[in-house]
């Protein structure tokens, strides 16, 4: 049972990424899928969440810059993300929820100039 992310990279402000997390060893559907992200020095806080039904929301500091989907068809879901700025470096990993599983190693993004 587990979650892999991946994806990360480093890119100029404006640019755009699309991380994915691909689960094992679950039943992918039945669950909500959560974008986390933790910067340097910071606690971890949600980017992003999507329920097994599709509905979305999104943190404040993402809003109309990011996109969360799923295919459960790969059990997997990805976190388009695009006018990255500097602020959004981070580690970011992926979850479900509920019954959250143990933290993967997450997939670094970072903007800079």
């Known amino acids: 049972v587990q979650l892999v992310e991946s994806g990360g990279g480093l890119v100029q402000p404006g640019g755009s990424l699309r991380l994915s997390c691909a689960a094992s060893?679950?039943?992918?559907?039945?669950?909500?899928l959560i974008w986390y992200r933790q910067a340097p020095e910071k606690e971890r806080e949600v980017v992003a969440r999507i329920t097994r039904d599709g509905n979305t929301n999104y943190a404040d500091s993402v809003k109309g810059r990011f996109t969360i989907s799923r295919d459960d068809n790969r059990s997997t879901v990805y976190l388009q993300m695009n006018n990255l700025k500097p602020e959004d470096t981070a580690l970011y990993y992926c979850?479900?929820?509920?019954?959250?599983?143990?933290w993967g190693q997450g997939t670094q993004v970072s903007v800079s100039s």
């Open positions: 060893g679950f039943a992918f559907g039945g669950y909500a």
């Open positions: 979850n479900r929820f509920p019954e959250g599983l143990r």
